[in-house]
């Protein structure tokens, strides 16, 4: 009963962790979609001749796409498979004591 508790536990705190990078990334990318193109007018706005809102849009939009791949990308196989191997490693030695 208490290992299936635990599973529970684990999962949910796995789910919680995975909800928290999911709003964080989409949270930064609503900013990034009203914030920029508020640049863009405000800049034009003001000066016309010297466009200096690809400035914010390129470092942010760097950011963002960094993001984006820690929160959906590549190393996140690699990160579940870790887990899984050290879990797996935690039990056996666990079971040989």
Known sequence: METIIRKEDLAYRKASKRVKELKGFYGNLTSYCLVIPFLVVLNLLTSPNHLWFFWPMLGWGLGLAAHAVNT??????????????????????????
């Open 72 to 97: 959906f990308g590549i190393g996140k196989n690699w990160e579940e498979k870790k887990i899984r191997e050290l879990m797996e490693e935690e039990r056996k030695n666990t079971k040989t004591l």
